[in-house]
């Protein structure tokens, strides 16, 4: 098994993926919100550690930071900071 698709059950995100694949063979996206699944904390938490293991996650994006300053002190605050 692929270290993405760990990553994706991990954070039970697969089944959503999977849906949203399903919706969009048939053209089936309209009334999907999208943005809700971006927001969600699962997606979120994916995110990162897919972002941490990435081989060029030592190069500061446009604002200048690395994913290395984001550590996980605490969930819900990181995850309302990245929201911000």
Do not use: C, H
Not at 40 to 60: E, H, P, V, W
Not at 63 to 80: A, L, P, R, V
């Amino acid at each position: 098994m692929s270290t993405k698709l760990r990553y994706f059950e991990y954070y039970d995100m697969q089944s959503t993926f999977d849906w949203l694949f399903q919706r969009s063979l048939n053209n089936q996206m309209k009334g999907v919100n999208l943005y809700k699944i971006i927001v969600s904390d699962r997606n979120i938490l994916l995110a990162y550690r897919m972002i941490k293991s990435n081989t060029g996650s030592n190069t500061a994006g446009v604002d200048n930071k690395m994913i290395s300053e984001f550590k996980i002190k605490d969930k819900n605050q990181f995850i309302k900071e990245i929201r911000k």
